[in-house]
Nanobody, 115 residues
């Protein structure tokens, strides 16, 4: 089992940047696929990005491709989401998740993009 804690959310202006961090506690971090989902007000949950166990293959939603980058640090049991060139549509609660046989979720961190 793994426990996930997100940090780094907050407010930014359009065009700005934020970095989200997810720290995992528990054993065997490297067995988990890791990623980030988000839920914007009035919208369904959306996969933002995920990364494989080794950290050498990542996928991105079309809406963030080229702007967001997911990093995985297996030595620190952490996964980061670097978000650049933020837009108003990036406003959402961002959730870290881990998957191995089942899904595990953090409690979420709010990202608000406004001018």
């Amino acid at each position: 089992q793994v426990h996930l804690v997100e940090s780094g959310g907050g407010s930014a202006q359009p065009g700005g940047s934020l970095t989200l961090s997810c720290e995992a506690s528990g054993k065997f971090f490297t067995i988990y696929e890791m990623g980030w989902y988000r839920r914007a007000p009035g919208k369904q949950r959306e996969l933002v990005a995920d990364v494989n166990q080794a950290g050498d293959f990542a996928r991105y939603s079309d809406s963030v491709k080229g702007r967001f980058t997911i990093f995985r640090d297996n030595a620190k049991n952490a996964v980061l989401l670097q978000m650049n060139n933020l837009t108003l549509e990036d406003t959402a609660v961002y959730y870290c998740y881990a998957h191995y046989l089942q899904d595990y979720w953090g409690e979420g961190t709010q990202v608000t993009v406004s001018s």
